[in-house]
């Protein structure tokens, strides 16, 4: 599983963004914070609320220098089904990313091999690709969003004041 200080791998993966579906690396981001929230699936009870409530944070994230990429074990095409059956998931216009085969949830230590589905966590990637903070818990408990935004700004504040 990956550490705090490990540089990520550079994966790929398919996502669902700007109404189309790509390919994107992990490396497209490199010289930017990389917020990854995996969450366990589509269609489900506390998601749609957390990626919702990223979406209308997503202006501040960026003005940080930050992208959001949510990542579930759905495909993308799941992904656009829910966009564009959800009032909630409409107003996500950050990458949603796929893992059906659930290699970059078992990467981050988030896979439950016996559901096929990601744990509910959160990781902040530095510019350089290197882990500052990640947090994983009971997909029974949503995550603030808030807090993400307040640990990527100590983050930030950190690296641009060496410490």
Request: proline content about 3%.
């Amino acid at each position: 599983m990956i550490k705090i200080g490990d540089k990520v791998k550079d994966l790929s993966l398919d996502v669902f963004y700007e109404e189309n579906i790509k390919k994107i690396n992990l490396s497209d981001y490199t010289g930017k914070w990389l917020i990854l929230l995996f969450y366990p699936a589509d269609f489900t009870f506390v998601c749609p609320t957390e990626l919702e409530d990223a979406a209308k944070h997503y202006k501040e994230f960026s003005e940080l220098g930050a992208e959001i990429i949510s990542i579930s074990t759905d495909t993308a095409f799941v992904h656009k089904a829910w966009h564009d059956n959800s009032m909630a998931i409409k107003k996500v216009t950050y990458p949603m990313g796929a893992d059906p085969t659930g290699n970059i949830c078992r990467e981050f230590g988030t896979y439950i091999d016996d559901e096929g589905l990601s744990q509910r966590a959160t990781f902040i990637i530095d510019p350089d690709g290197k882990v500052v903070a990640y947090e994983i818990h009971d997909n029974s408990i949503g995550r603030s969003i808030e807090e993400i935004l307040r640990k990527l700004q100590a983050a930030k504040v950190v690296r641009d004041n060496d410490g």
